[in-house]
């Protein structure tokens, strides 16, 4: 019965779904007021129609019910309750219910909190939505149904992949889709401006929460991803420049130029058709990224199992929405009107660049995520590319992006004063100076790794020089600058923790990858091995019960100058129903570095040796500031939340002119 | 259907339960075998696909590593050790394609995009400055107006 | 109104280039990502002797066994491993039509592939044992099982990655070996 309403609830959005994308369009078109205030009425039904059939799936998972398929072929009733509840969505079905769900509930938001927008943008805005979320909810409903029953039933469900059961699942893909899916607000707002024919400041003003909103989302997602593959894939590395990756670091990057060429056309009207192309971008590299993990056109380690005819129904939706838009764009960007001028030095060509610079990268990760894809279409020979290429070509993108992006927040509108901006920075110079030669003088080198090293400084110091000088710090009594710090905008805030959190970023990767140490080798009880300083002893290898597994657990301490510092126990866990192995590794952090083990298969006996005990494999690696990459991208994505509680955003908060707004649209 | 049959049967044949690299494949000379990292690390593991041969576990990868190792031992430069793997599998192992003909549009692709932006981003400007003054008078009541709703906005 | 004109140009870029795109992927959709195309082929056989399997009386294999032969069908296999099983049926039934199947055993034990034929049957006129796989790495093998067409001078013409299916035998191996032995 629970299947059927989750069913039943699915059809139903999809039917106001309909409704959504239609009437309102027409409405608009037509200045029916009536017609247009079917928009939000049904935005707010599609969610909570989505919704029930969310909650219902959870519950068959909760209730481990194994009449349905999908719980079938992804639970068991011997699962943790919380793996029961996260493995809704670790499957292809669960997730396209928990995507489309985020979805609605973005429709469903712009319809609350949009009161003060014009009726016929918002309108407009909650059709393009409707839209979306109608095409997706088919493509569930005629392809990936979640609520198919299985007759008979088996007696327990086939269980997870044990590579799941980690309470990374619980946060990594809902916060990454909330990132993806939010894009779809900035999207409508750009189709929705085309078909007005109108953008100006306040559109950018509007579009801009929504986007920063999805960034620090996607953000924050990409960095629980890359945290999560770090720990739980026990190679250390976090991040592999697999198609799975780049498909969502393109819709950042898109994201990422969106958030600073929306700031031009808010403060100087121009860069209109630009940022436009970038709204409806970002979105679209999403919906590719999907179409790249549910089809099967490109393998990778973390794809969904695949399906031709899912990946052309996605195929379909993605011709229609990007398509349609791009179409739109190609009729309605000639007439948009170029806006205020600038002089190449000013805080517009800072930005301008940096949006030549991010799109360049964006399109070069797409360039190479996509290319064995071409060359195969074209009958060419096969290609890999791999991470050799991303790091020699995405790499001499950003630096240049890194540098200017200090120095932009300090120039003036229109036409800057370059040498006075960079005089201000002289401290910021001094400490990457200082910085790469500390690291010259500890370590020699590599020469790229300094230099990494040095625009981290760059970057933290440049942020905090950026608010110093807002607040006129030491130049003024110290209550005066915090009485400035209180009244600087927000936004200003915002931007200079992201842009300081960059660097924090930066110097991790830059450290992890340069200085990272690594032993591997054959422990017997009781030896010990040195890394980095620190001692490791193989105190015992002994063996341990899980919920739904057993596990060998090696134990072993670590010493640092002859003190125990940490006790490691990484584990090989075998999960009986899946009869799969996974490794779990143990990692010490002391907030500078990670000091991260894992446990290996039993060593090989020599041949005709009798002893059976013969050692364990045991990796050990030390990665200097890699905690920082984690820490530094939630500090990016908290520096998108603080711009976000700028006053100016606010849109949602009722304004008497929003309100008049909206009474006129009722008479 | 097939098509998923032979892609996971493919998966199955192949995937042993080492991982990554083992102690008993490390040469002893650590020049070596940093050079035998460093060429792993840009070789393609055939099976389990977007993973180089240095961190995957299949049981491929790690004969794959044996025989790097071995061919550096017998004195191989580089060159040549990964010629020895092309000439098996095609250029289809390298992480980090060749420049040839057919790769020139990856290779060359990201610098001609960035000069034509740029390009595009001052022949654009250039006409706007020719065009100056037609644009600045007429607009300039339309920001004034916008300035105005702002404001409002602002104040509110 | 011309420079007008030619100026929209720019703003048609975005939707050809994503016409370019969805092109490319709906022809993806239907292309083989996991299939490598081998660069041996045209190439003579690499040079190999491989032993018999203990315990069998099989004369091992090499690369003299696959010249002058007419055109050998090459098959990689092992006992451990799922799709060979698939594919084994088809290999008997080829064998009895006269093709010249030869095996190589892949990083096997002796006991489970003596077992295994035992069990399924032999369609093989000689097998070699590769317990290191290092005769199947100079094939270019990747993965069990894959075929090879040898023609009579002991070249590679054809691979194939993945069990046999009668499709591909109908309509790839058996109209190539006819063409092959002209």
């Known amino acids: 019965m629970i299947a059927e309403i989750g069913h039943y609830a699915l059809i139903l959005a999809l039917v106001i779904a309909v409704a959504q994308s239609l009437l309102p369009l027409y409405g608009a078109a037509r200045g029916s007021a009536p017609l247009m205030a079917v928009g939000p009425s049904a935005a707010i039904g599609q969610f909570a129609f989505v919704a029930l059939a969310f909650a219902m799936l959870t519950q068959a998972y909760v209730v481990s019910d194994f009449t349905l398929v999908n719980v079938v072929q992804n639970s068991h009733s011997e699962k943790p309750l919380l793996y029961k509840i996260t493995g809704l969505w670790s499957n292809h079905e669960g997730s396209m219910l928990l995507w489309v769900m985020i979805l609605s509930l973005f429709g469903a938001l712009v319809a609350a909190r949009g009161g003060n927008l014009p009726p016929s943008l918002r309108a407009r805005v909650l059709a393009i939505q409707g839209m979306i979320g109608a095409a997706f909810l088919a493509f569930i409903l005629f392809t990936s149904n979640p609520f198919l029953r299985v007759f008979p039933p088996p007696a327990d469900g086939r269980g997870m992949n044990p590579v799941l059961q980690d309470p990374g699942l619980a946060f990594h893909p809902p916060i990454l889709y909330l990132g993806y899916v939010g894009f779809s607000v900035a999207f409508a707002f750009a189709v929705a401006a085309l078909i007005e024919g109108r953008v100006d400041a306040a559109w950018a003003r509007w579009v801009r929460p929504w986007t920063l909103a999805a960034w620090s989302a996607l953000t924050l997602g990409i960095a629980l991803g890359s945290w999560w593959a770090y720990y739980e894939l026990g190679w250390g590395g976090f991040w592999f420049w697999d198609p799975v990756e780049n498909a969502s670091l393109l819709p950042w990057l898109a994201g990422t130029a969106l958030l600073h060429s929306a700031i031009v056309v808010e403060k100087r009207d121009a860069l209109k058709s630009w940022t436009v192309l970038l709204a409806i971008l970002a979105f679209v590299m999403s919906l590719i990224g999907t179409f790249l993990v549910r089809s099967g056109v490109l393998t990778s380690v973390h794809s969904f199992a695949s399906d031709p005819a899912r990946g052309l129904f996605i195929l379909g939706i993605l011709i229609l929405t990007a398509g349609g838009a791009l179409v739109l764009y190609a009729i309605r960007a000639p007439t948009l009107k170029a806006g205020g001028l600038f002089q190449p030095i000013s805080r517009e060509g800072a930005l301008v660049l940096n949006n030549l610079l991010l799109a360049t990268a964006c399109a070069t990760v797409f360039l190479g995520t996509l290319y064995p894809l071409f060359l195969d279409a074209l009958n060419g020979p096969k290609v890999s590319v791999g991470a050799p290429y991303f790091n020699a070509t995405f790499l001499p993108l950003m630096t240049p992006a890194l540098l200017v992006m200090v120095v932009a927040p300090l120039m003036a509108w229109k036409r800057a004063d370059l040498a006075g901006a960079l005089g201000r920075l002289k401290l910021a110079f001094l400490a990457a100076l200082i910085i790469a030669g500390g690291a010259w003088a500890m370590k020699g080198g590599p020469i790229l790794a300094l230099i990494g090293l040095a625009i981290a400084a760059w970057l933290v110091v440049g942020a905090v020089i950026d608010i110093a000088e807002r607040i006129r710090l030491f130049r003024v009594a110290l209550g005066d600058s915090l009485r400035r710090l209180m009244g600087l905008p927000r936004s200003a805030i915002g931007a200079a923790v992201a842009h300081g959190a960059l660097g924090i970023v930066v110097a991790g990767i830059t450290a992890s990858s340069a200085w990272h140490a690594e032993n591997i080798g054959v422990m017997k009880p009781g030896e010990s091995v040195d890394i980095a300083g620190y001692t490791i002893k193989l105190e015992q290898v002994g063996e341990v019960d899980g919920p739904n597994y057993r596990a060998r657990r090696a134990v072993l301490s670590a010493t640092y100058a002859g003190k125990l510092v940490a006790v490691l126990t990484p584990e090989k866990r075998f999960f009986t129903v899946q009869q799969t192995t996974t490794t779990e590794a143990a990692i010490h952090t002391t907030g500078f570095a990670d000091l991260y083990a894992v446990l290996g298969d039993p060593a090989t006996p020599q041949a005709g040796s009798e002893v059976t005990d013969s050692g364990w494999v045991i990796r050990l690696y030390h990665n200097p500031l890699v905690p920082w990459i984690w820490v530094g991208a939630a500090l990016m994505a908290l520096g998108g939340g603080i711009s976000l509680t700028d006053r100016r955003h606010r849109v949602g908060a009722p304004t008497r002119s929003g309100a008049r707004i909206a009474q006129v649209a009722k008479a | 259907m097939t098509r998923l049959f032979a892609a996971l049967a493919l998966l199955i044949a192949l995937s042993g339960p080492a991982l990554a690299i083992q102690p008993d494949e490390v040469l002893a000379d650590p020049a070596l075998e940093a050079r035998a990292r460093d060429l792993s690390k840009g070789l393609r593991c055939l099976v389990c696909q977007n993973q180089s041969i240095d961190d995957s576990d299949a049981d491929l990868a790690r004969d794959l590593r044996i025989i790097l190792r071995e061919r550096l031992s017998a004195g191989d430069s580089d060159t040549q050790a990964i010629a020895y793997l092309t000439a098996r599998y095609g250029d289809f192992v390298l992480l980090k394609p060749p420049i040839k003909p057919v790769t020139w549009a990856l290779w060359f692709g990201p610098a001609a995009l960035l000069l034509l932006g740029a390009g595009g981003i001052v022949i654009g400007l250039r006409r706007r400055k020719a065009s100056d003054g037609a644009l600045d008078a007429l607009s300039d009541p339309e920001r004034a107006r916008l300035a105005a709703i702002l404001k409002d906005r602002d104040q509110e | ?182």
């Open chain 3, 1 to 182: 109104m011309k420079l007008l004109r030619r100026y929209q140009l720019v703003f048609l870029l975005p939707v050809i280039a994503f016409a370019i795109l969805a092109a490319a992927f709906g022809v993806g959709l239907y292309l083989r990502p996991d299939v490598i195309p081998s660069p041996l082929i045209d190439q003579e056989t690499p040079a190999f002797a491989l032993k018999p399997i203990p315990g069998r009386d099989d004369a091992g294999l090499s690369a003299a066994d696959l010249k002058g032969q007419g055109v050998t069908l090459v098959n990689v296999f092992a006992s451990w491993c799922v799709p060979c099983r698939a594919e084994h049926p088809l290999l008997m039934q080829l064998a009895k039509q006269g093709v010249r199947i030869v095996g190589i055993n892949y990083k096997d034990k002796p006991e489970d592939v003596t077992a295994w034929l035992a069990e399924l049957g032999n369609p093989f006129a000689k097998i070699g044992r590769d317990d290191t796989g290092r005769t199947a790495i100079d094939w270019g093998v990747y993965g069990v099982p894959e075929s090879f067409l040898v023609d009579n001078e002991g070249r590679i013409r054809h691979k194939h990655v993945g069990p046999l299916m009668d499709h591909d035998i109908q309509t790839t191996i058996l109209p190539m070996m006819r063409k092959l032995q002209k």
